[in-house]
C-alpha cells in the first residue's frame, strides 16, 4: 500500500503553507527511500525543527535533505542528525544550522559510512565549544577540504587552527576560510595520497573481476588521531579498508588498495572454517594467522598468477634480529619459493608449507603451531612484533572463540557465610591460600578470646569486602557519560571508643542547651485543625455564625465554614554525607584542633538534635583513590538506632586519600532512594573542591559533581552543600546551585552551625 502524506496530518499541520509545500515536492522521492519508520522520523524532525524557532529556511533546508542523506548512509542517521541539531540551537545561529544541515550530502558522499559521519558530527560539535566562529567558513569550504583529508585530517586541521587563533577572530575567520597561508600549509601537510571515497568503485570492479561476485566494502578511520592508518580487517561480511593510503616506498596508495582489498576477498574465498584460538597464546595466534595469510594467497595466486607480483612488491626484505623481522622473513619466503633468505626457519617452513595440503584449513593451525615451536626462544610482544606488510589484515576473520554469557560473565558464585558453634569453629581445616573469593566462610556464633584478652577476630579477622559497584561518570569535553566508569567500595567503619562521643555533648552541653527551644519548635505539635474549607470533617460553629449574620446583614456569606482535624507528622529523611579526605587532618589556624575533630563533633551534635526531632537519618562518609577504589562508609543507616555503636564509628573516623564526590553522591541517592519520605535531604559537609589523583582537570570533577547533583535531585533529593573552603564560590555555585550551598568562613562555628542548618532547612 502507497504512502499518503495525508496519513500524517497530526505532523504536517505544524508546518506552515510554505514548509507544507516543499514537503509536498519531495514526498515522491522521499517514499522511494524511506521506509514508514524513517518517514515518521523525517517527519518528527522537521516539526522538532520548526519548534526550535530559529528560522523557516532550517526546516526546509532538512525537508530537502534528508531523503538524500539517508540514501547515501541509510535512515538510521535521520534521528542522530536531528538531535545534533537541536543541540547545536543553544550554542550557535540558525543559519551555521541551516549549513550544517545543507552540507550534510557533501560530507556522507565523501565519508561513504554512518559510523563516521556520526563521528564528523561529533567534530562539529568540538567546534562549537573550541572555536564556533570558524564552523560557518569550515563548512563553506567542506567539499574542497574533504576532497583532499579524511576525517581525520580534517579533525586536526581544524583543531590546529582553534588551538591557535583562539582569542584573535579575525585569524580564526581567515583561517578556515583558507585565505591564510598557515591554513593552506596544514592542509598541505594533513592531505593523503589516495582515499578510499574516491577509489572504492574501482576496487569493486577489480575484485568483481577476479571472483565474479561483489564485495562489501567500509572506510574506517583508523588515522582518526594520528597520520598512522588502522590495518584492513574483515567483520560483519564487510572488508573494512583504511578511508586514506599515502604511498608507500613509492608505490601509489591505489596499488595498496588493490592488495588490500584482494587478500582480504582471498580470505573470505578460502576461509572456509574458522580457527579455535581460545586455547593458543600470542605467540601461537601470531605464528597460526601468518601461515593462513600464506595458504588463502597460494591458494588465490593458483588462480591468478599475477597476484602474486602484486603483493610481492609490499614485502621489504628484513635483515634485524627482532621477531617481527622474523615474521617478514617467512612471509616472504612462502610467497615468493624463488626469493633468497638467508634463514634456517624460513627453508623450515618453505618445506613444510610445500608438503601440505592447502586444501585442508586445519594444516594453517598444525603448521602454525610447530612454527610457534620453533620460535619460542626468542622474545615475542604482541603489540611491538607484527608481520611489516602494510596489506594484510589483522586476522580477526579466521578465529573462532567461545562465547561469554556477559550477563552472567566471570562473576563468581555467591560467597556463603555459614554461622557455626565455638566447637566447631575450633576443629575446623584451615585453608591458607583462601582469599577474598573463598566459596564458604565460618563465623563462629559467639567471640573467641585468646590468653591475652583480646579476641581472636580482632587479631587476625580480616575486614569483609563488599560487591564493588559501579556509576557512570559525566565527561564534560565530550559532554557524555562514560559507562560504569568509577567504583564505589563500601567498608566496615572501625570501632573506636564511645566515651569519645559522650564527652564531645559533655563539653558542648551549653550550645545543646541554647538549641533546646529551637528543636521543641520542630517537633510534632499532635491534631491540628485547619479551618476555612468548604469540605470538611465539621463545621466550624465561628464560621457559620458569621456565614448567617452575613446572609441576615444581606451580603454574600463565605461558603468556607467547614474544618478538618489533622494530625501533625514530619516525615523527613536526612543524608548526611561526610569528605573524609586527608585534607581534614589538616589544623585549624589559631586552634590545637583539625577540621576532622570539627566535622566529627558537629556530626554528633547534629545526630544528637536529629534524634531529638525524631526524624530519620543517616550517617555516611566517603574518600577516594583513583576512580576504582572510592571507598564509603556508613556510620549510621536510616533504621539504626543513635545508640553506642554509631558512636563507636564516629570515633573512630579518619580522614585520607582523595574526594571523588560525584560517585559518593550517586550512591548516597542510592541508599536514599530506598527510604520512604515526602522530604529526603542529602546533606555533603566537604573542605575543598572534588580532586582525585588520576584526573588532573579540575573542571572534570567538578562537572562530574554537577551532573550527579542533577541526577539525585530528579529522584526526589534536595542536595545542600556546606563547605569550609573560603575559597570555595569559584565551584560549589557550579556544582550545587545558587541556593543550595553555605560557604563557613569560620571553622571552628561548626558545630554549631550544622545544627541550625540542618533546622533552617527542614522546617
Not at 328 to 352: M, Q, S, Y
Not at 413 to 428: D, I, T
Not at 501 to 515: F, G, S
Amino acid at each position: 500500500m502507497a504512502l499518503a502524506l495525508e496519513d500524517h496530518a497530526e505532523l504536517t499541520d505544524e508546518l506552515d503553507e510554505a514548509q507544507r509545500a516543499i514537503l509536498e515536492q519531495c514526498w515522491p522521492d522521499a517514499i522511494r527511500v524511506l521506509s514508514p519508520r524513517g518517514i515518521d522520523n523525517w517527519l518528527k524532525g522537521a516539526v522538532a525543527l520548526a519548534h526550535m524557532g530559529r528560522g523557516d529556511h532550517i526546516v526546509r533546508t532538512w525537508i530537502e535533505v534528508v531523503p538524500t542523506l539517508a540514501r547515501d548512509l541509510g535512515e538510521d542517521i535521520i534521528p542522530d542528525l536531528a538531535q545534533a541539531c537541536l543541540g547545536f540551537a543553544s550554542r550557535t545561529s540558525g543559519a551555521v544550522i541551516e549549513r550544517v544541515i545543507a552540507t550534510a550530502p557533501v560530507a556522507s558522499r565523501r565519508l561513504s559510512d554512518p559510523d563516521l559521519f556520526r563521528a564528523y558530527i561529533q567534530l562539529l560539535n568540538q567546534m562549537l565549544a573550541q572555536a564556533p566562529r570558524g564552523l560557518r567558513p569550515m563548512l563553506e569550504h567542506l567539499e574542497e577540504l574533504l576532497d583532499v583529508l579524511t576525517l581525520g585530517g580534517l579533525r586536526r586541521w581544524a583543531n590546529w587552527g582553534a588551538q591557535a587563533h583562539r582569542t584573535n577572530y579575525e585569524e580564526l575567520t581567515r583561517y578556515f576560510s583558507l585565505e591564510s597561508a598557515e591554513s593552506k600549509a596544514i592542509l598541505q601537510n594533513e592531505r593523503k595520497g589516495t582515499l578510499f571515497v574516491d577509489i572504492h568503485r574501482r576496487i569493486g570492479m577489480y575484485l568483481r573481476a577476479l571472483w565474479g561476485r561483489d564485495f562489501l566494502m567500509r572506510p574506517t578511520a583508523g588515522d582518526f588521531e594520528s597520520r598512522e592508518g588502522a590495518r584492513p580487517f574483515i567483520a560483519e561480511f564487510f572488508l573494512h579498508l583504511p578511508d586514506a593510503y599515502d604511498d608507500w616506498n613509492g608505490l601509489p596508495g591505489l596499488d595498496l588498495y588493490r592488495a588490500a582489498a584482494a587478500h582480504a576477498a582471498a580470505h573470505v574465498a578460502e576461509t572456509t572454517a574458522a580457527i579455535p584460538g581460545d586455547e593458543l597464546n600470542a605467540l601461537q595466534q601470531s605464528c597460526v594467522g601468518l601461515i593462513e595469510d600464506a595458504r588463502v594467497e597460494a591458494l588465490a595466486i593458483a588462480q591468478f598468477p599475477r597476484l602474486r607480483d602484486l603483493w610481492r612488491k609490499f614485502h621489504a626484505p628484513a635483515s634485524d634480529g627482532g621477531m617481527g623481522a622474523q615474521f617478514d622473513r617467512i612471509a616472504l619466503g612462502l610467497l615468493d619459493p624463488e626469493a633468497e633468505i638467508d634463514d634456517p626457519i624460513v627453508d623450515w617452513a618453505r618445506t613444510e608449507f610445500a608438503k601440505a595440503d592447502l586444501s585442508d584449513a586445519a594444516m594453517s593451525r598444525d603448521l602454525g603451531l610447530q612454527l610457534a615451536h620453533q620460535l619460542r626462544a626468542k622474545p615475542f610482544s604482541a603489540y611491538r612484533d607484527g608481520q611489516g606488510a602494510p596489506y594484510r589484515d589483522d586476522n580477526r576473520y579466521i578465529w573462532e572463540f567461545e562465547e561469554i554469557d556477559w550477563e552472567k560473565g566471570f562473576a563468581p558464585e555467591p560467597q556463603v557465610r555459614k554461622y557455626v558453634s565455638v566447637s566447631e569453629m575450633v576443629n575446623e581445616v584451615e585453608v591458607e591460600t583462601a582469599g577474598d573469593d573463598a566459596q564458604e566462610i565460618w563465623v563462629s556464633e559467639h567471640e573467641l578470646f585468646d590468653d591475652d584478652g583480646l579476641s581472636f577476630n580482632e587479631k587476625e579477622g580480616k575486614e569483609p569486602t563488599s560487591p564493588p559497584v559501579p556509576y557512570d561518570e559525566f565527561d564534560y569535553k565530550i559532554q557524555m557519560h562514560r559507562p560504569a566508569w568509577a567504583t564505589v567500595m563500601e567498608k566496615r567503619p572501625k570501632l573506636g571508643d564511645p566515651t569519645e562521643i559522650d564527652a564531645i555533648l559533655t563539653e558542648n552541653r551549653k550550645l545543646t542547651q541554647r538549641m533546646r527551644h529551637l528543636l521543641d519548635a520542630m517537633q510534632p505539635q499532635g491534631v491540628q485543625r485547619i479551618r476555612k474549607l468548604e469540605d470538611g470533617d465539621e463545621i466550624d460553629i465561628n464560621a457559620a455564625l458569621q456565614a448567617m449574620v452575613d446572609i441576615r446583614m444581606g451580603y454574600q456569606p463565605d461558603p468556607r465554614i467547614m474544618m478538618r482535624s489533622v494530625r501533625k507528622v514530619r516525615d523527613i529523611a536526612v543524608m548526611t554525607l561526610l569528605d573524609l579526605s586527608e585534607s581534614t587532618n589538616d589544623q585549624v589556624a589559631g586552634r590545637d584542633e583539625t577540621v576532622l575533630d570539627l566535622t566529627k563533633a558537629a556530626t554528633v551534635l547534629l545526630a544528637e538534635a536529629i534524634h531529638k526531632v525524631g526524624d530519620s537519618f543517616a550517617l555516611h562518609g566517603f574518600c577516594s583513590d583513583g576512580r576504582h577504589n572510592v571507598f564509603y562508609q556508613r556510620y549510621k543507616d536510616f533504621d539504626q538506632r543513635w545508640d553506642e555503636m554509631p558512636k563507636a564509628r564516629l570515633a573512630a573516623m579518619q580522614g585520607q586519600l582523595s574526594t571523588r564526590m560525584g560517585a559518593a553522591i550517586r550512591h548516597a541517592g542510592a541508599h536514599l532512594a530506598k527510604v520512604t519520605a515526602n522530604k529526603k535531604l542529602m546533606l555533603v559537609l566537604t573542605d575543598g573542591a572534588p580532586s582525585d589523583i588520576d584526573e588532573r582537570d579540575p573542571q572534570y570533577l567538578r562537572q562530574d559533581a554537577r551532573a550527579a547533583v542533577v541526577e539525585v535531585q530528579k529522584q526526589g533529593v534536595i542536595p545542600f552543600c556546606l563547605t569550609l573552603d573560603p575559597r570555595a564560590d569559584q565551584y560549589v555555585a557550579q556544582i550545587f546551585g545558587q541556593r543550595n550551598y553555605l560557604i563557613l568562613d569560620h571553622v571552628e562555628r561548626l558545630p554549631e552551625r550544622l545544627p541550625q542548618l540542618y533546622a533552617g532547612l527542614t522546617r
